[in-house]
């Protein structure tokens, strides 16, 4: 079975505030290291209510605080946001603090609406075609020798792991061409799968971090002791999903016992295919899920998401899942 990992978005669940979710964040990525999750993630959004991981170094130098031995990374940083000396220095600052545990994904939506986008990065028309140059002039700022004048202290000749994220076709050609590692958001966009991973596996160029491909996908799991269990608690993420996409997105709401039956059919839909890369229910059905998921993608990792209302049945069902391995 393929190694597993956890991709944490911070909710903030109804009744909770971003504090609560700091401290659940850091409880889980605790959970995850004493379970043998190889990797803790948290993802750069901006202006969404019911995500707190806005400051995505800044939440990472808290987790590493706490954990001793999990990698801690992100997934991932919207480099246009950012320029990509701050980012050196953000990231080579925590490389500084955790040496050998740090991951820097890079993604290239603003992981925000455009508005918020604008605000982030002022001058967002100039910059949004900039992703691939922006990518090796960050690389460039934390390897041994830089060609540039410019100096990130810290960063320089710390080669922080880099990662490549997308949903797309363009991120495993970028991914492929600098012999990046390529983790593909299936967990919320699986539409172009199957096409990206062929992509970036019959391209792929070696280079001095990677000799041959690997790629990493992102998978929904909702665990729980029984079916009926996992279903309620997809519940919260199910709701989430569709407020997010019909324009009115909120906290993370509690579960709702028939969530799914009372769906329109346009609603439905959207949730049938977001699906197509999820696990819900016991241990027995989520490992036929996984399994599966692992046989058709030859996924060499999953990154797991689990969008859970109750913080402990979220850590109840990262446990499960982990036992699955040891069986």
Not at 91 to 109: C, K, V
Not at 119 to 147: G, H
Not at 261 to 273: I, K, Q, R, T
Request: hydrophobic fraction near 40%.
């Amino acid at each position: 079975m393929a190694p597993f990992s956890i991709l944490d978005l911070s909710p903030v669940c109804e009744g909770g505030d971003a504090s609560q979710s700091f401290r659940n964040s850091l409880s889980l990525a605790q959970h995850g290291e004493r379970l043998g999750y190889r990797r803790y993630w948290l993802a750069e959004h901006h202006g969404m209510p019911g995500i707190a991981s806005a400051a995505t170094a800044v939440l990472l130098a808290y987790v590493g605080a706490g954990t001793s031995t999990i990698r801690i990374g992100a997934g991932g940083v919207m480099l246009p946001n950012h320029s990509p000396l701050v980012i050196a220095e953000q990231f080579g600052t925590l490389e500084s603090l955790y040496p050998g545990r740090i991951d820097l994904g890079l993604g290239r939506a603003p992981g925000s609406d455009q508005r918020t986008a604008r605000a982030l990065r002022r001058d967002l028309e100039t910059n949004s075609d900039q992703f691939p140059q922006d990518v090796l002039e960050l690389m460039d700022f934390m390897s041994k020798e830089p060609r540039q004048p410019v100096m990130a202290v810290p960063g320089r000749g710390l080669e922080v792991p880099i990662w490549i994220l997308g949903s797309s076709t363009f991120g495993a050609q970028l991914a492929a061409h600098l012999g990046l590692p390529y983790a593909f958001a299936s967990h919320f966009a699986p539409q172009q799968l199957m096409q990206a991973i062929e992509i970036y596996r019959s391209t792929f160029k070696p280079s001095a971090q990677l000799d041959k491909p690997y790629v990493m996908l992102g998978f929904n799991v909702f665990c729980a002791d029984t079916d009926e269990e996992a279903r309620f608690r997809a519940t919260s993420w199910q709701q989430a999903f569709v407020n997010l996409r019909s324009g009115r997105p909120g906290r993370l709401p509690p579960p709702v016992q028939g969530y799914r039956e009372h769906v329109g059919p346009a609603e439905a839909s959207l949730l049938d295919s977001v699906l197509s890369c999820s696990a819900v229910g016991s241990p027995e059905t989520v490992k036929a899920a996984v399994d599966a998921f692992v046989a058709r993608t030859g996924a060499d990792e999953l990154m797991v998401t689990s969008q859970i209302f109750d913080h402990e049945a979220r850590l109840r069902s990262y446990e499960l899942l982990a036992q699955l391995r040891r069986d």
